[in-house]
């Protein structure tokens, strides 16, 4: 079953511009995780935020967790083309061993 | 390096030939799992393993088979390939109690005739 969902489903901005993804899922979880995936390539892990935490940040990501709202954001500040890639939520439910994950959000930063 | 590696990276086979994916991580981690990965479905988990002996079904574990008889590695195999099963497929690790981030292979191609 798929419990992420991200919107949108792709993102096209220039560089410099700041790039938002949501992520909505449907029951409780122990954490969810952002990850990037270059075209076609393994997922790289980029931030993790547990239940009770509200805000997280790690370098240019700022993520936000609403679990009233069974919902996250995603927010790359001054992107580059670099960040182009598809990115994808993930909810734990275990604590690590059951990951799931939503379609993605596919980015693109025109230089 | 710390890494995860799977072989082969590519794979073109028949319908019915038996065929096994190898996955193998240096980094002591205690979880592992299988994801296949399919147009517009995100990545979906197949089987994982919490430890050395310990596997249990993801949400896709039909026609999939996993054994981790050592901590380091982890096969999936396919007994009988259908073609439904042509995806990409992904092994990934996490130390688990102590950090929960996924650590992922490079990924498997496989296609099924």
């Known amino acids: 079953s798929q419990q992420g969902e991200e919107d949108p489903q792709a993102l096209s901005i220039q560089e410099g511009e700041n790039a938002t993804m949501n992520c909505s899922y449907k029951?409780?979880?122990?954490?969810l995780q952002w990850y990037r995936q270059n075209s076609g390539r393994g997922l790289v892990h980029l931030i993790l935020?547990?239940?009770?935490?509200r805000e997280k940040h790690s370098g240019r990501l700022r993520v936000t967790l609403d679990t009233s709202k069974k919902s996250s954001s995603l927010l790359i500040t001054a992107s580059r083309a670099a960040d182009t890639a598809s990115y994808f939520c993930?909810?734990?439910?275990?604590?690590?061993?059951?990951?799931?994950f939503g379609a993605g959000t596919i980015l693109r930063v025109k230089s | 390096e710390a890494q995860v590696t799977q072989n082969p990276r590519y794979l073109i086979t028949v319908t019915g030939k038996k065929l096994t994916v190898t996955c193998s991580q240096n980094?002591?981690?205690?979880?592992m799992s299988w994801y296949r990965q399919d147009p517009g479905l995100g990545l979906r988990q197949i089987y994982y393993?919490?430890?050395?002996?310990?596997?249990d079904k993801g949400d896709v574990p039909e026609g999939y088979k996993v054994s981790r008889k050592e901590k380091r590695n982890f096969p999936l195999i396919l007994e009988s390939p259908s073609p439904n099963q042509t995806s990409l497929y992904f092994c990934?690790?996490?130390?688990?109690?102590?950090?929960?981030?996924?650590?992922f292979g490079p990924g498997t191609r496989l296609t099924v005739t």
């Open positions: 029951t409780s979880i122990n954490n």
């Open positions: 990934a690790s996490s130390a688990g109690r102590t950090s929960y981030e996924q650590y």
């Open positions: 393993s919490m430890n050395v002996e310990v596997t």
């Open positions: 980094m002591n981690h205690e979880y």
């Open positions: 935020i547990r239940s009770n935490e």
């Open positions: 993930a909810t734990d439910r275990q604590y690590g061993n059951k990951l799931v």
